[in-house]
């Protein structure tokens, strides 16, 4: 299985603060200002989406940027040039659903599956894929596009995975999976879950960096998640609410990135305060 | 079918990760309860139907169509199960296997209102608290179905996402399912979804050809030579086709919603029908593979027929797979073509049907010619919650058999 050298890089000095926004949320230029402000304020990887008409993984945060993408005009191949024109020097993650993969190559006069679609986010600098709505049991093709063009695939993992579909999913992922922090569909909430420990100790055995999502919107929460073991957290929701509010206030697209780029800021301190406190930990136990 | 859920390479279980427990769950409940009767499910469910639904329906004849088309037309009177519609088969069923399986929430999405018209009379029937999720277009053009819903006892929630209708209905509901699937059961409303759905709603569906199929043997000494039925998600489509599928000598048409047109507006997102199975190409949508109406890219288009009940972008895999192996044929007719069939099956056999059922009798009209002998049409439900927009739709058009309404338009 091949593992893509970026995203291991962006795991080696530590946890990893993981942003995710709605590619042309609101628009194709905002957006590219949106997620070069999480590259400034210390984003590691970014899960750029893509998105889908159907989001069915999604909450209502999520959703409604979705909506403002498409009717700004995002397709998958203004989503790729997107990419090739992004000045950012952080491994990206393309996430979105099936059928915008399995598509692509029909869209391009050639067979519908996967391999068309992987091709091109190579191409232009996709270092994995999230896939919501692809189970571990439909991944193959997709698997083996990403293997031959070496990039990474993640699973999430939900609070409810274990057993014999956990092993399926670990079998095939590359990269890091997505810890689900809790049941449900995306959205910021305030709380850690007890099931996040739970989920972070299930998954021990493997050696592949665990990053938790669902739910996290403050640098607080973060620093508990990688304190409690995690080996980055993904933040969507808290930062699309930025976006949202932008759109909604008509706030200018710098003033904007600049609040991204503070809530960013604030994320990454988190993600490093919890490694800090995670090694005095262990320390402490040392010494002891 | 094999027993991972595909149909040919249509199916699966395209979901979240998060649901895939619940639908292991489920996959476990539906093989245990209803393909092995486990602790007498089917036994109950079956009572149930006959007792509170109403069933066997009849098989009767339709004496002026049979004339009219030198046809034996026999009608599967759907319409007479209880709330006017062969949805109850699956809500009920639906429903009751919750209760086995010791859920004690139910929710389901609805579109023109039926499927949750539906699964609101057996949630009361069966004591379940049941919440339906409606886009809030849909909520607007169907009121006297939220009426029911409400009146029986279910919590209905507008969805404002996207265009407010089915497809956007099924997307939310999935979403409610993924934080609660614990307690909660998700009675979807077709022959659609992640694998087991669209092998269990055609089971429970299945009741409609098993008595057709019996009683086509008492009344015409033997199998039919066609059914008909109309398709949108496919439920009464696999209810009416299910125990016919073995029976190389029985046509099977599957008749679509053609809309105003069959070509697609890519540029606009929008497909004027609602026919995948025609028109659509493979793809992915709400947990399965299947005939989808989509853009070039892959996005989902807005569908439309004038009846919501068949206006969906996709089609249950099962369906799909045997159009493919040509075992089904998928017809389309269009708006008019099915607003006539409502007038003439209202004026010739008293019988009002649903807009859905009536582009089966826009096919028949339309195709007699190449039928012969013997014709079940599957009448999968009565149309007074369309009078409005039949009454409307007709008006705005222009409709050869159509009663004369103008002594309302000129006030009485």
Not at chain 1, 1 to 13: G, L, R
Request: glycine content about 10%.
């Amino acid at each position: 299985m091949a593992e893509n050298e970026a995203i291991a890089a962006a795991f080696a000095d530590g946890p990893a603060f993981i942003p995710y926004l709605a590619v042309g949320d609101p628009d194709y230029e905002a957006s590219k200002a949106y997620v070069e402000a999480l590259a400034r304020g210390g984003a590691d990887i970014i899960e750029l989406g893509l998105p889908f008409s159907e989001p069915i993984a999604e909450g209502s945060t999520i959703q409604n940027a979705i909506v403002r993408a498409l009717e700004g005009g995002m397709t998958p191949d203004r989503f790729f040039e997107f990419v090739e024109e992004l000045d950012v020097d952080v491994p990206l993650v393309c996430m979105t659903y099936y059928n915008l993969i399995y598509q692509y190559g029909r869209s391009r006069g050639g067979e519908p599956g996967p391999e068309a679609f992987v091709e091109r986010a190579a191409e232009v600098g996709i270092s994995g894929f999230v896939v919501p709505d692809l189970p571990a049991e439909e991944a193959d093709p997709l698997r083996a596009a990403c293997d031959e063009h070496g990039l990474d695939l993640v699973f999430i993992v939900a609070p409810t995975t274990e057993g014999d579909r956990l092993e399926e999913m670990m079998e095939r992922v590359s990269g890091y999976v997505y810890v689900q922090a809790r049941l449900g569909t995306t959205g910021a909430k305030t709380d850690v879950s007890d099931q996040t420990t739970r989920s972070l100790q299930r998954l021990a055995e493997w050696d592949v960096p665990k990053a938790v999502g669902f739910g996290i919107s403050s640098g607080d929460q973060a620093a508990r998640i990688v304190a409690n073991g995690a080996d980055g957290i993904i933040v969507g929701s808290a930062l699309v609410d930025i976006v949202a509010a932008g759109v909604n206030s008509e706030r200018p697209v710098d003033e904007t990135a600049e609040k991204l780029a503070a809530k960013a800021r604030e994320l990454a301190a988190g993600t490093r305060e919890g490694a800090a406190r995670r090694n005095a930990d262990i320390a402490d136990a040392d010494s002891a | 079918m094999s027993t991972d859920g595909k149909f040919g390479d249509y199916g699966g279980q395209y979901v979240p990760e998060a649901l895939m427990p619940a639908i292991e769950e489920l996959d476990d409940a539906y093989q245990r309860y209803v393909l092995d009767n486990e602790d007498g499910f089917m036994d109950e469910f079956r009572q149930r139907l006959a007792d509170f639904g109403g069933r066997p329906t009849p098989l009767q004849r339709a004496d002026r169509l049979s004339e009219r088309y030198d046809l034996d037309v026999y009608l599967k009177r759907e319409d007479l199960l209880h709330g006017g519609a062969h949805k109850l088969n699956n809500a009920l069923g639906q429903v009751l296997l919750a209760k086995y399986m010791g859920k004690d929430r139910i929710i389901a999405e609805t579109g023109a209102g039926q499927h949750g018209t539906a699964t609101a009379m057996a949630a009361a029937h069966l004591d379940m608290p049941c919440t339906i999720y409606m886009g809030e277009r849909d909520i607007n053009r169907q009121r006297p179905n939220v009426f029911r819903m409400k009146l029986n006892g279910s919590d209905v929630k507008p969805v404002t996402a996207g265009r407010g209708t089915l497809k956007e209905a099924i997307s939310e509901t999935m979403r409610d399912w993924a934080a609660t699937v614990e307690s909660t059961h998700y009675v979807i409303g077709s022959v659609v979804g992640p694998h087991p759905f669209p092998a269990m709603v055609r089971d429970f569906q299945a009741v409609i050809s098993e008595e057709a199929r019996e009683q086509a043997h008492e009344k015409l000494g033997g199998l039919p030579d066609s059914v008909i039925a109309c398709a949108g998600g496919g439920s009464n489509t696999m209810g009416a086709f299910a125990n016919f599928v073995d029976d190389d000598s029985v046509d099977l048409y599957a008749v679509e919603a053609g809309g105003s047109s069959l070509a697609v507006d890519e540029e606009a997102g929008v497909a004027p029908n609602s026919a995948s199975l025609s028109t659509g190409d493979e793809g992915v949508l709400h947990g399965a593979r299947t005939k989808l109406l989509q853009d070039s890219v892959g996005q989902i288009m807005e569908s439309h027929s004038i009846s919501s009940g068949l206006d969906y972008a996709g089609v249950g895999p099962e369906l799909a797979y045997l159009v493919d192996e040509d075992r089904v044929t998928p017809v389309a007719v269009d708006d008019d073509a099915a607003l006539e069939g409502f007038h003439r099956l209202s004026q010739t056999e008293g019988i009002i049907p649903a807009l859905e059922t009536a582009h089966a009798f826009g096919y028949l009209e339309e195709h007699h010619a190449e039928l012969s002998g013997s014709v079940i049409v599957n009448v999968s439900g009565r149309g007074d919650k369309d009078l409005q927009s039949a009454i409307e739709e007709t008006e705005a058009r222009e409709i050869p058999n159509a009663p004369d309404m103008s002594m309302f338009s000129e006030g009485i």
